[in-house]
């Protein structure tokens, strides 16, 4: 089993920034990707941004450029999220997934084991 537990999340105002985190513990070894995907009221839950442990990234659309999901090192068990220039169309709840199948995808389905959410709030 991996246990995920995300911190971070709050209120920002439109243009600012928040940072996320997210710290993996149990068999971790058995871990090939960790990352973020976020679910708004009424919405589906959307991939955000991911990391392989070869240190591959991959991005949601709505966040290139903005958004940057890093780790110390290819062994850190530590996933972070810097999200700028955020915008209120970024308020959700913030999960951090993790996954030991190695298959291309970016659907949570493939994901094993899930954080329990951090809301992050967009608003003047």
């Known amino acids: 089993q991996v246990q995920l537990v995300e911190s971070g999340g709050g209120l920002v105002q439109p243009g600012g920034s928040l940072r996320l985190s997210c710290a993996a513990s149990?068999?971790?070894?058995?871990?090939?990707?960790m990352g973020w995907y976020r679910q708004a009221p009424g919405k589906q839950r959307e991939l955000v941004a991911t990391?392989?442990?070869?240190?591959?990234?991959?991005y949601g659309d709505s966040v290139k450029g903005r958004f940057a999901i890093s780790r110390i090192n290819t062994k850190s068990t530590t996933v972070y999220l810097q999200m700028n220039s955020l915008k209120p169309q970024d308020s959700a709840v913030y999960y951090c997934?993790?996954?030991?199948?190695?298959?291309?995808?970016?659907?949570?389905?493939?994901?094993?084991?899930w954080g329990q959410g951090t809301q992050v709030t967009i608003s003047s």
């Open positions: 149990g068999r971790i070894r058995s871990i090939y990707v």
């Open positions: 990391i392989t442990s070869g240190g591959r990234t991959n």
């Open positions: 997934a993790a996954r030991s199948s190695t298959i291309i995808t970016t659907t949570p389905n493939a994901y094993d084991y």
